[in-house]
């Protein structure tokens, strides 16, 4: 929900902040929030061994990912960023079952690829029909792979690190990364409405801060390629949120789109049914025992 609700602040931010200056505005505030909590709860430093996919992750997710995003949507529709950009969740598929040794399941592979499918049609049901430029589509595909990439790598360091270590030191990166946007945030924050700027801050606390945090905890109690296929409900809670927001009433193909997106995580999450025990020499289906007992 709250990773949704960013893509509406980022578009009421967006006309009065540049992509580097929204995304390090963003960083900071959420830097700070998580600052304060780890002093507040006395949170030592990350062990040695978590610190190579923190670095990753907050270069990749927390920095590239959101000034790339910010950017290629500058060259694009709407719709055509979010089809690139659903890509991530089959990046994190395909990487953390080569790299992490968790395999490729069969119902979260079809779950993907029917969430993709409705993806593609929110897309192109919301897409203004305008010609997309090259570099914005190479932006949007991007930041899908550092998206990708980061919560691979957030995986492994979640075993020596919490996922509050893990957030806020990878934020604390991300921050670092999108340093050199500084001037242009200071440059802009006088001029910009109260409305873009308390956008920001929204961004920085609640689908950065808090938002984060909730996904590391939940990556750290199961597989990486299952906590990115539940991203998939994203396009479908986009729609939902922007209607009373801004007022954008979806296309019945838009809500059809995110229906499938949703049935798509829906199949993700399911088990395999369970194999039926081999039939007894009766052919009763029961486990014969020597004993006498069945």
């Known amino acids: 929900m709250l990773w949704a609700s960013a893509f509406v602040s980022i578009r009421a931010a967006a006309p009065h902040y540049a992509p580097g200056a929204l995304a390090l505005g963003r960083l ?16 030592p430093l990350p062990p040695r ?33 979010a089809m690139v ?3 991530g969740p089959l ?26 499918a409705g993806a593609v049609v929110v ?17 949007c595909l991007l930041a899908a792979l550092a998206y990708g990439a980061g919560v691979v790598a957030q995986k492994p360091a979640l075993t020596y690190a919490t996922p509050l270590q893990v957030t806020t030191y990878g934020c604390f990166v991300g921050t670092a990364v999108t340093l050199p946007f500084a001037w242009q945030l200071l440059t802009e924050l006088p001029r910009a409405p109260l409305t873009a700027t308390l ?50 009433v979806p296309a019945p193909l838009t809500l059809l789109g995110g229906a499938v997106c949703l049935a798509g995580v829906a199949i993700s999450r399911r088990r395999p049914a369970p194999r039926r025990p081999a039939a007894g020499p009766g052919g009763s289906g029961q486990v014969f025992d020597p004993g006498g007992r069945r």
């Open 85 to 87: 950009v659903n890509i």
């Open 28 to 43: 900071l505030t959420a830097s700070l929030a998580l600052a304060a909590v780890l002093a507040v709860k006395r949170v």
């Open 123 to 139: 897309g192109l049901s919301t897409s203004d029909g305008t010609s997309a430029s090259l570099g914005g589509v190479l932006l």
């Open 199 to 248: 956008n920001m801050v929204y961004l920085g606390l609640f689908p950065t801060a808090l938002a984060f945090t909730t996904w590391t905890y939940a990556l750290s109690r199961t597989t990486a390629g299952k906590m990115g296929a539940t991203t998939y409900a994203v396009p479908a809670l986009v729609i939902l949120i922007a209607w009373p927001a801004l007022d954008e």
């Open 91 to 116: 990046v994190i598929a395909l990487l953390s079952g080569w790299l992490l040794k968790e395999g490729f399941p069969p119902m979260l592979l079809a779950g993907m690829a029917v969430s993709f």
């Open 49 to 81: 061994q978590a610190w190579p996919g923190i670095l990753t992750s907050g270069v990749l997710w927390f920095g590239l990912y959101m000034v790339a995003l910010n950017w290629g949507e500058q060259g694009v529709d709407a719709g055509t960023a």
